[in-house]
């Protein structure tokens, strides 16, 4: 069986956006001839984690975990300070110093001594104290998060991992784009092909936000230079793949191709705690400053002006909320729920127990990606309300699937009207008597199928360097 030496710094447990592609590459690349020895941070104790996943992975495989070095020093460095600062606010509200008949030390001409006015208030030492320094203090900052942070601790994994017999080739995906130039130096010092897995876009989109304009022509450098040192690279989109040629074209473009995300093809159990006379509307996935559930709950706020529809349907937010839970307030009288975290198994089973589920992008930037959890969703076989740009990679999957309807995120009164048809659809299924099962996703999305056709490209590129 060949090797594979597989860079992911987010592998499982941890429960992040990005866990899941490598994970179940290597759950099943065993299966099509190529044994992976997997490289991942060493998980913090506060981090979202799912224990239950490592258990489905083969015990051939491999894995060396490794710690970050620069975050956990400058927390440590901003917690010392503001322990400084809460020290200097005691001190302050101790009162005047004591006077010379208490024991306390006489000032010039006989009056108490003033008392101290404690040491300078401490500043927390983060990304504000960086730009305070200067753009080559930033640069210094970013130097330091690339170079040293994780990379220098990975590279002492690998090492350990090399030695449990040397790789055929690299394989890196993201997140953190830093993966693909520790990729790069391990592919070059144990002269193996490399292969980029380019989950997102980089230098461009949502995830790619420098912090000066000489951060961003460095890193920009730094793509170049990993792109061109790539024997293949592999995007989840056809869509990210063309826009990344049009903006490298001095990169050969020729050796890049599109393997999509997918899903496990497993048997679910259904979750569902609602009443069968409830049409359940479903987003399962994280939410945070930029991807906010606001569009969602005003349009069901718009479509429940129909108090039928208001009795007899409820919007479920399954995942981190990332500080939302207040906007219920959004669609008062309507049925909003937020559930909160939930591992990787419930996720699924509550995508099957859902009766229309909801993709939601509310990012202007870099949509060309398609969701990972819209495979899930085709998986599940229920229909699906695409809250997203309409030009973007999770818009592209429904076209070519046909498995929902899309709505701009950008326009309530869109999705609302979405939301309505979802519901009527519901409504006349329940009344047309006992429902079918879900019809079977598209085999070529399983994961499964996924990693066979990341083996054949694994052995295109053996063949070419023999």
């Not at 495989?61 to 440590?76: D, E, G, K, L």
């Not at 322990?83 to 010039?108: E, I």
């Amino acid at each position: 069986m060949k090797r594979v030496l597989m860079v992911s710094e987010k592998f499982p447990p941890f429960n992040v956006s990005g866990s899941a592609r490598p994970f179940y590459f290597a759950k099943y690349l065993p299966e099509h001839g190529y044994l992976p020895t997997v490289i991942g941070e060493r998980v913090p104790k506060d981090a979202e984690r799912d224990e239950s996943l490592l258990r489905q992975l083969p015990t051939e495989v491999q894995i060396f975990r490794s710690p970050r070095i620069v975050t956990p020093t400058f927390a440590a460095i901003s917690e010392l300070l503001r322990s400084s600062r809460r020290r200097s606010r005691r001190d302050r509200s101790a009162g005047p110093a004591a006077t010379p008949a208490s024991g306390g030390v006489s000032a010039p001409g006989g009056g108490a001594s003033a008392p101290s006015a404690g040491p300078a208030r401490a500043k927390r030492f983060d990304e504000s104290t960086w730009a305070r320094l200067g753009p080559n203090a930033m640069l210094f900052r970013w130097w330091l998060n690339w170079e040293i942070d994780w990379g220098v601790t990975a590279t002492l994994a690998s090492a350990l991992g090399v030695v449990r017999g040397k790789p055929d080739l690299v394989w890196v995906s993201g997140p953190h784009f830093r993966s693909y130039e520790v990729g790069r130096r391990l592919s070059a010092w144990l002269r193996v092909p490399l292969v980029i897995d380019m989950r997102d876009p980089w230098t461009y989109g949502s995830l790619w936000r420098p912090k000066t304009p000489q951060i961003a022509a460095v890193e920009r450098a730094r793509a170049v230079r990993a792109l061109s040192a790539a024997a293949r690279v592999i995007f989840t989109s056809p869509l990210t793949q063309q826009t990344m040629a049009a903006r490298f074209p001095e990169v050969d473009s020729s050796r890049w191709s599109t393997i999509t995300n997918g899903y496990d093809d497993v048997q679910v159990e259904p979750l569902r705690d609602q009443d069968d006379a409830v049409c359940v509307f479903r987003y399962i996935g994280t939410l945070n400053r930029r991807r906010t559930p606001d569009v969602l709950i005003q349009a069901l706020a718009k479509a429940a002006l129909d108090p039928e529809l208001r009795a007899s349907a409820a919007l479920e937010f399954i995942g981190s909320a990332g500080g939302h839970e207040s906007k219920v307030a959004l669609a008062p009288g309507c049925s909003v729920r937020f559930r909160g975290q939930v591992s990787r198994g419930d996720s699924l089973r509550y995508a099957f127990g859902g009766d229309v589920l909801i993709l939601l992008q509310t990012i202007g930037d870099g949509q060309d990606v398609v969701s990972g959890k819209a495979f899930e969703y085709l998986h599940a076989g229920k229909p699906i309300l695409a809250v997203v740009d309409p030009g973007g990679g999770d818009a592209w999957l429904m076209r070519e699937t046909g498995a929902g309807e899309i709505a701009a995120w950008t326009d309530v009164d869109a999705v609302a009207d979405a939301m309505r048809r979802a519901w009527r659809a519901w409504r006349e299924r329940r009344q047309s008597g006992p429902q079918a099962a879900p019809a079977s996703p598209n085999v070529a999305y399983s994961r499964r199928a996924l990693a066979a056709q990341l083996a054949r490209l694994f052995d295109e590129v053996l063949a070419e360097g023999r």
